[in-house]
């Protein structure tokens, strides 16, 4: 069985690059099927695709006006794959507009009803939100894939960061735009408030080494998402009326707080940020819960002893941590 031909699997960290044809739905039919052989052409002949899937470490996902690439090596195969598809565009196909965004997070594999793989997961939709924020011919990237790439001197003069960008929900993210002299788009994007304020290269001091341990932690937080999600529902079932809906305050609320990092290796946080992203998307699906954003909770720390208060600034009926406390599990 290929790649991205598999049941639901486990959680697993993917380095994403997320694309699409920027002005796709204005063409007509034939021009968008011509734009779509064209794309396609392009990204089956980089080196990084050809390599990726003749290996069956990478899974392909088609988006309609462009496609998602998930890569397991490390996160610099989807920012070469960017780069290469980049300089075929402006060598050979300069009518194409293209815009990529790249993010490494928890993804998992499904099958759909055709039987044909997908992915899902809180790092799809991260670099696809990374992605948008963008113009035609940038290639933006997360935080969290710059400070990975500035490990390496040779990408350190083409990260530039650009700020915060406003996404779905009205959460934040901090975008770096990568280019060089010849490839990219260093004009700051649309998206962002105007500004006459130069885009600043990322400071080397804000980057975090990467895991060594990385097959233990994914499925440890694997493991984790799923006992923590199976814990919120069993709790709420079991939860009968409570204070929080005289107080005019939504029982079908929650609050997930930052994950702490309680390993020797501090390379590890980077997998516990991962894990609070999946458990947000998976509990965003129940219907008429009301999750808090991960921006709203991230400056609480991970193991605070007034739950209740926490909760009562978050206008939610109970925190995270406070409903696997009523569940009897230990899910943080």
């Known amino acids: 069985m290929s790649a991205e031909v598999k049941k639901e ?7 994403v690059l997320f694309m699409d044809i920027v002005g796709y739905s ?8 011509a734009l ?72 998992s594999g499904v099958v759909d009803v055709n039987g044909r793989g ?40 083409h990260l530039y960061h650009i700020g915060e960008c406003e996404v779905k929900h009205g959460e934040r ?19 962002f408030t105007k500004s006459a304020e130069k885009v600043e290269a990322v400071p080397v001091s804000t980057a975090r080494p990467p895991s060594r341990k990385r097959g233990l932690i994914i499925l440890a937080c694997a493991a984790i998402a799923v006992l923590a999600v199976a814990s919120f529902l069993l709790w709420h079932r079991q939860k009968t009326q409570t204070p929080a809906s005289a107080s005019g305050v939504s029982e079908k609320s929650v609050a997930v ?21 999946e458990i947000l998307t998976r509990l965003s699906k129940i219907a008429d819960l009301k999750v808090i954003s991960r921006t709203s909770t991230q400056h609480y720390k991970s193991a605070p002893e007034n739950l209740p208060e926490i909760a009562k600034q978050l206008g939610v009926a109970t925190s995270w941590k406070e409903a696997c406390r009523r569940a009897a599990t230990p899910c943080a």
């Open 9 to 15: 699997i486990q959680l697993e960290i993917g380095h």
């Open 26 to 33: 204005k063409q007509l039919i034939n021009e968008q099927r």
């Open 36 to 107: 779509r052989q064209t794309l396609n052409q392009i990204v089956r002949q980089t080196e990084q695709f050809r390599t990726a899937d003749a290996t069956g470490s990478l899974i392909k996902s088609p988006t309609g006006d462009g496609m998602a690439l998930i890569f397991h090596g490390s996160p610099e195969e989807p920012v070469e794959c960017a780069l290469e598809i980049s300089r075929a565009i402006k060598e050979q196909h300069s009518k194409l507009q293209l815009r990529m965004g790249v993010h490494s997070g928890p993804v």
């Open 118 to 157: 997908n992915v899902a997961g809180a790092g799809i939709n991260t670099a696809q939100r990374v992605m948008d924020c963008g113009d035609a011919g940038h290639i933006l990237l997360s935080k969290r894939v710059a400070e990975d790439l500035e490990q390496f001197k040779h990408w350190r003069p």
């Open 173 to 191: 993210i901090e975008i770096v735009n990568l280019f060089t002299a010849e490839l990219g788009n260093s004009e700051r994007p649309k998206s």
């Open 257 to 277: 707080l930052p994950f702490e990092n309680l390993s020797r290796d501090p390379d590890n946080a980077y997998f516990a940020d991962g894990i609070q992203d």
